[in-house]
T-cell receptor, first 113, second 109 residues
Framework: EPEVTQTPSHQVTQMGQEVILRCVPISNHLYFYWYRQILGQKVEFLVSFYNNEISEKSEIFDDQFSVERPDGSNFTLKIRSTKLEDSAMYFC???????????FGEGSRLTVL | GQNIDQPTEMTATEGAIVQINCTYQTSGFNGLFWYQQHAGEAPTFLSYNVLDGLEEKGRFSSFLSRSKGYSYLLLKELQMKDSASYLCAVMDSNYQLIWGAGTKLIIKP
């Protein structure tokens, strides 16, 4: 069964460093998402991506964050100048056209020290 | 504003039945989802309701009333492995998922 894959599963970084989280969505899906979940808190929407551009972003998704689809398969989230409060699980998700289930990756746990 | 409400925590006994409620107010409606999330793991899909009524899938059932902005997830024959958080989410008119804070379900022997 096709699945969304994310790498790395866990990354530890120093405050102020840049981090790139990678996702490979399901191949025939058209909509891609990044979500964040701080430990013990609710899932928070960061950004959605369609047709090679951002379709919507939340207040959290400020200039510190960027997304790219560099090669038609990978979907990356870059976090510049990481802060302690960026420590969280970051989930990538994708879906085909129309309403319906979002398929989630296993998540990337980011720890900022 | 957009809002999803569900209880913070519930406790139930192994073998019993539990109902987790969710009420919502969103800008438009393109379906309601229930996801299960074990600690430290990604949410896993349980159900999707877009029309009123009950959808049954094995031990899990989900109900939707669009006029009342209300859904519930019913879990039967509870097993210890059902201990998890259950997330209610609504897809709005922009096809964005609005998430509830989740209900932590504790199963006791």
């Amino acid at each position: 069964e096709p699945e969304v894959t994310q790498t790395p599963s866990h990354q530890v970084t120093q405050m102020g460093q840049e981090v790139i989280l990678r996702c490979v969505p399901i191949s025939n899906h058209l909509y891609f998402y990044w979500y964040r979940q701080i430990l013990g808190q609710k899932v928070e929407f960061l950004v959605s991506f369609y047709n090679n551009e951002i379709s919507e972003k939340s207040e959290i998704f400020d200039d510190q964050f960027s997304v790219e689809r560099p090669d038609g398969s990978n979907f990356t989230l870059k976090i510049r100048s990481t802060k302690l409060e960026d420590s969280a699980m970051y989930f990538c998700a994708s879906r085909p056209t129309g309403p319906g289930e979002l398929f989630f990756g296993e998540g990337s746990r980011l720890t900022v020290l | 504003g957009q809002n999803i409400d569900q209880p913070t925590e519930m406790t139930a006994t192994e073998g019993a039945i539990v109902q987790i409620n969710c009420t919502y107010q969103t800008s438009g409606f393109n379906g309601l989802f229930w996801y299960q999330q074990h600690a430290g793991e990604a949410p896993t899909f349980l159900s999707y309701n877009v029309l009123d009524g009950l959808e049954e899938k094995g031990r899990f059932s989900s109900f939707l009333s669009r006029s009342k902005g209300y859904s519930y997830l019913l879990l039967k024959e509870l097993q210890m492995k059902d201990s998890a958080s259950y997330l209610c989410a609504v897809m709005d008119s922009n096809y964005q998922l609005i998430w509830g804070a989740g209900t932590k379900l504790i199963i006791k022997p």
